[in-house]
């Protein structure tokens, strides 16, 4: 979840929709890390989805969920929940115009750890997506020993299946075996006094430190990223909890706060630039910005009125500083500049008295304009 959080302030996004399955008790186990993550942060949740397990799932109600938070402004969404029922979340949303450009999908490690096991045709429908998953030393000589015997055992055994390299949770399994058979290597034991042994154990495996504290391996502190592209994924990089986004993991690898470091995302639509994040509402009535006509210092405000379109340019410093300003709001915010010909303070005083300047004060401004324009001629 912390890595979640840094990729959302990383792309400038302050709110998301969290779309989870409750199995293994994600409702009670991950939701209060997720809200710790985002507490000390400037993000917030947009809305919650919670589906049920696979054995009661409803392709119509999933449709609807979808389909209600569609109508929303948010665009970012996480997804926790279980390869199966992921597939069938990514081809409605798929069917529904989600999987365009303006969206972004990040997965947990439910789906991002079994991607490696997933066919062409799964990846068609995810293309843009962005997975959180574990890591593990791929590019360690054991982990190349480990692979090769692997794949020729289960090939054999499992010939049928197309897939046979090996993923995290192999990786995890033979990590466990030699933890334990190292443990029943020390002394003859079983039952509490194993347990125990086990605790006191601590290796460096193929998935980096091995160690049972309360009976459960240790919280890993990095994650890999991954982006699903056309018929296949790549790896984009990894986060490590304090330090941040690296391409790599080794010793002198430099970390940065900066997801854009790994290098381009292909998000969903495939868009040149990271997505918003949020999408333009049509019902919003836009902002009114009182600009003064009559400004004394023109580098910074001038207002001018073209007689052969009949409309305003408004131009200088403070203008353009508000429009910089406005591009950089994590949200969608819009406005209209009106001119004001009255004084400063009386526009400040609009504000105050909640006076909507009005299209009546452009017809003031032209009338004093023109006027101005027949005594200089």
Not at 113 to 129: C, K, Q, R
Not at 342 to 370: A, F, P
Request: net charge neutral; with cysteine.
């Amino acid at each position: 979840m912390k890595a979640f959080v840094a990729v959302l302030e990383s792309c400038g996004w302050n709110s998301f929709t969290f779309i989870y399955e409750d199995i293994n008790s994600a409702s009670t186990l991950v939701m209060p890390h997720l809200m710790e993550a985002i507490k000390e942060s400037g993000v917030q949740m947009s809305s919650i989805v919670r589906l049920s397990s696979l054995s009661s799932f409803s392709s119509s109600s999933l449709l609807g969920e979808l389909g209600r938070i569609n109508t929303k402004p948010c665009r970012v969404f996480l997804l926790h929940a279980s390869l199966e029922i992921g597939i069938h979340i990514f081809q409605n949303a798929k069917s529904l115009g989600m999987m365009e450009r303006g969206y972004v999908w990040i997965t947990t490690n439910l789906i991002t750890d079994l991607l490696h096991t997933v066919n062409s045709s799964v990846f068609s429908i995810m293309e843009g997506v962005v997975g959180l998953g574990s890591s593990f030393l791929e590019h360690d000589s054991r982990f190349h020993d480990f692979s090769a015997k692997f794949q020729k055992k289960f090939k054999t055994e499992q010939p049928e299946e197309e897939t046979n390299i090996p993923g995290i949770f192999a990786v995890e399994a033979y990590d466990a075996t030699w933890t334990l058979a190292l443990a029943l290597s020390r002394k003859n034991m079983s039952g509490q006094k194993l347990l125990y042994e086990l605790s006191s154990i601590s290796l460096t495996g193929i998935t980096g430190e091995v160690q049972l504290i309360n009976r459960q391996s240790i919280a890993s502190h990095i994650f890999q990223l991954v982006n699903v592209i056309g018929k296949y994924y790549r790896q984009l990089g990894f986060w490590s909890e304090g330090l941040g986004f690296s391409e790599v993991i080794n010793e002198k690898v430099t970390y940065n706060t900066s997801l854009q470091n790994l290098g381009h995302i292909f998000w969903p639509g495939k868009p040149l630039h990271t997505p918003r994040g949020w999408s333009i509402p049509t019902n919003v009535k836009p902002l009114r910005v009182g600009v003064p006509a009559v400004a004394i210092f023109k580098e910074f405000v001038e207002v001018k009125y073209d007689h052969d379109n009949h409309s305003f340019t408004i131009t200088g410093y403070s203008i353009e500083l508000f429009k910089e300003t406005v591009k950089r709001l994590p949200y969608y915010l819009p406005y209209e500049f009106y001119p004001f010909t009255g004084s400063y303070d009386s526009l400040v005083k609009q504000v105050y008295l909640k006076v909507k300047i009005t299209h009546s004060y452009i017809h003031i401004y032209i009338y004093i304009y023109r006027k101005c324009k027949i005594i200089t001629a």
